[in-house]
């Protein structure tokens, strides 16, 4: 058995950017384990630029702002190892992997679980027909394309509207493919405003909004699909079926996070899909802390990094015995009409800092609306929104002398205001 302070599951931006702040705040004996042959994680296959405008103040692409966060790791000598599969982790901090070398079990102090999140498939939403090749998941496409230079197919449509879905629209139409559509059974995109516009609108491909794919056509490869029209609950319409003769079917369907390993831990589930944690992104596990998208799904990296800095600044802090918390000074969290998350699900009010974050989304879009924050029903805060979408995480900053002296639930709401 090998024996380490922290040891970091996931190498991609929150697993690096936790391993750097916690490097130093004087943590040096770190070992991050990544799955693939790269540190960087998705950032590797995503080729588009966009990335960095929060954390350099300038565009980049996926490769050059994971690049800059390899630097940081090998100038501090961090230890990593690669084409590494972790199979098990236990709540007293004991961590099994396989690797070149066979199977290794770590006993750490702490644990930064940072492995972010996978799509949703066709076997998740049960598409009727057959399963004839070409029916793929648009990070798998694009995997294929951006990395092992491989375009999967030339008559293209798309299910579902969110972000990968989108970028691979136009990055299949940039490659030569007719991209005829794309599907999605809301009445709203799910992805960025600023996708729908650059990837769909600028190159002119429809978007079908409250339609589904409702049949899948082919027997080995995939020869058609039928969408339809959806009703209030869901359900597509009989008699509103349009066929589209296709090779390929990208799924955007959705993003879980991989949490797997912690559920197994037994750490406390949130309404992310991820493990609850406090602020200082430490879950309910002692010593074991998640952040990017393993805890929620974000829109933006750099909100990812900035998790993955709370939570190496925080597993140091454990590391070097400033631990200790009162459980009758903690304020929960609670999700309130028109929020569908709040992170983080409880706030130990003698370890926070000066500013509390918190983190959500809306269940769908809104327009004049006012977020109201009360402790205990009664509200400290409230923010105008002229508009709201389910893609944009809102991000809220309380200053801590609103939450002094006082226990609770903070609840989250929105609130109709006059147009």
């Known amino acids: 058995m090998e024996y380490r302070d922290l040891v970091i599951i996931g190498g991609g931006s929150a697993g690096m950017a ?12 770190i070992l991050i384990i990544e799955r693939t042959e790269f540190l960087g994680g998705i950032l590797n296959q995503c080729i588009h630029n966009g990335f960095g405008l929060h954390e350099f103040k300038e565009e980049l692409t996926g490769p050059e702002f994971l690049t800059r ?17 972790v199979l098990d982790l236990t709540a007293d901090k004991k961590v099994t992997y396989l690797c070149a070398k066979g199977k290794v079990v770590v006993q750490a102090k702490a644990v930064i679980v940072a492995t972010g999140c996978y799509e949703r498939n066709a076997g998740a939403i049960g598409i009727p027909g057959t399963r004839p090749k070409g029916v793929i998941t648009a ?16 008559k293209v449509f798309i299910l579902g509207s969110g972000d990968i879905g989108l970028i691979m629209a136009r990055r299949m139409k940039l490659e030569g493919a007719e991209v005829l559509g794309v599907a999605e059974l809301m009445p709203y995109s799910n992805g960025l405003n ?31 699909i039928e969408i339809s029209k959806v009703d209030e609950k ?3 319409i009989p008699g509103t079926e349009k066929r589209f003769d296709v090779d390929t079917l990208l799924l955007s369907i959705g993003l879980i996070p991989n949490n797997n390993l912690l559920d197994h831990a037994g750490a406390k589930k949130s309404s992310t899909r991820g493990s609850q944690v406090n602020q200082d992104m430490e879950t309910s596990l002692d010593g074991i802390f998640s952040c ?62 000066d500013t ?30 002229l508009a709201m979408i389910p893609s944009e995480m809102e991000i809220i900053r309380l200053p801590k002398k609103l939450l002094e002296n006082d226990f609770g639930i903070l609840s989250v709401k929105l609130v109709e205001m006059e147009a």
């Open 18 to 29: 936790a391993a750097v702040q916690a490097y130093d705040a004087g943590i040096k004996d």
């Open 69 to 85: 966060f390899v630097k940081q790791v090998e100038e501090r000598h961090i230890e990593y190892v690669l084409n590494a599969n």
């Open 139 to 154: 990070g798998q496409a694009q995997l294929y394309l951006n990395e092992f230079g491989y375009i999967v197919g030339k």
């Open 194 to 224: 600023r996708n729908i516009q650059q990837c769909l609108k600028d190159f002119d491909i429809p978007l079908y909004l409250s339609h589904t794919v409702s049949k899948v056509i082919g027997k080995d490869k995939l020869e058609a």
């Open 234 to 236: 869901l359900r597509p």
């Open 292 to 353: 990017g998208n393993v805890l929620h799904v974000h829109d933006l990296v750099d909100y990812v990094v900035e998790e993955g800095r709370q939570a190496g600044k925080a597993a140091a802090a454990y590391l070097n015995g400033n631990h200790a918390h009162d459980p009758s000074k903690e304020i929960k969290t609670e999700a309130g009409n028109g929020i569908g998350y709040v992170v983080p699900a409880k706030i130990d009010m003698d370890k926070a800092g």
């Open 356 to 385: 509390i974050v918190l983190k959500m989304r809306c269940r769908a879009p809104k327009k004049n609306v006012k977020i109201s924050i009360s402790l205990n029903d009664k509200e400290i805060k409230s923010i105008t929104k």
